[in-house]
Antibody, heavy 116, light 110 residues
Framework: QITLKESGPTLVKPSQTLTLTCTFS??????????VGWIRQPPGKALEWLAL???????HYSPSLKTRLTITKDTSKNQVVLTMTNMDPVDTATYYC????????WGQGILVTVSS | QSVLTQPPSASGTPGQRVTISCSGS????????VSWYQQLPGMAPKLLIY???QRPSGVPDRFSASKSGTSASLAISGLQSEDEADYYC???????????FGEGTKLTVL
């Protein structure tokens, strides 16, 4: 059974750095071709892809957010971590992690509010 | 910047067939496979279609999809009330070097 779950703060202040952890089970990020990504969804708006990390440590970032994002993995813990710097109220959203290809399995999401 | 255009809304009555379109470009739909996601209210998205027209195990065959050129479409036949949700298309985009989500279509079952 494949599961993913996001964890981290639900409230951050403007200019702070957000660190989210995706803890998964049922698959391994050491398997060739495997990857995990982060996607966010502002309230009432569409999905937006943020970042991907692959089994071979290659990383892909949304160009519009590339300077603010870092994605890493810890295969021993089955975790993928996303950091986003300089948070702003417009970054308020539900953040999801999902296994990729095709984002076939998703976490439940975590609502992160950016407010002073 | 690449954009995938979907109609903001669609509707149908129970039993009807509805289609949702997704218009892209040569950097995404025209060159890569498309996946579709269903997002029920308050829930995480769920994979509905992958590789343009393949259904994961457990997805009813009422859901089908196709692609032609730089456009794709999702069809839902025998519409049911539980199909009321938001639907997103998402191919890989070569310019983005990542997956690109469509604007989303809110399906209402009247």
């Amino acid at each position: 059974q494949i599961t993913l779950k996001e964890s981290g703060p639900t409230l951050v202040k403007p200019s702070q750095t957000l660190t989210l952890t995706c803890t998964f089970s049922g698959f391994s990020l050491t398997t060739g071709g495997m990857s995990v990504g982060w996607i966010r969804q502002p309230p009432g708006k569409a999905l937006e892809w943020l970042a991907l990390i692959y089994w071979d440590d290659s990383e892909h970032y949304s160009p519009s957010l590339k300077t603010r994002l870092t994605i890493t993995k810890d295969t021993s813990k089955n975790q993928v971590v996303l950091t986003m710097t300089n948070m702003d109220p417009v970054d308020t959203a539900t953040y999801y992690c999902a296994r990729y290809d095709y984002f076939d399995y998703w976490g439940q999401g975590i609502l992160v509010t950016v407010s002073s | 910047q690449s954009v995938l255009t979907q109609p903001p809304s669609a509707s149908g009555t129970p039993g009807q067939r509805v289609t949702i379109s997704c218009s892209g470009s040569s950097s995404n739909i025209g060159r890569n496979t498309v996946s579709w996601y269903q997002q029920l209210p308050g829930m995480a998205p769920k994979l509905l279609i992958y590789n343009d027209n393949q259904r994961p195990s457990g997805v009813p065959d009422r859901f089908s999809a196709s692609k032609s050129g730089t456009s794709a479409s999702l069809a839902i036949s025998g519409l049911q009330s539980e199909d009321e949700a938001d639907y997103y298309c998402a191919p890989w985009d070569d310019s983005l070097n990542g997956p690109l989500f469509g604007e989303g279509t809110k399906l209402t079952v009247l």
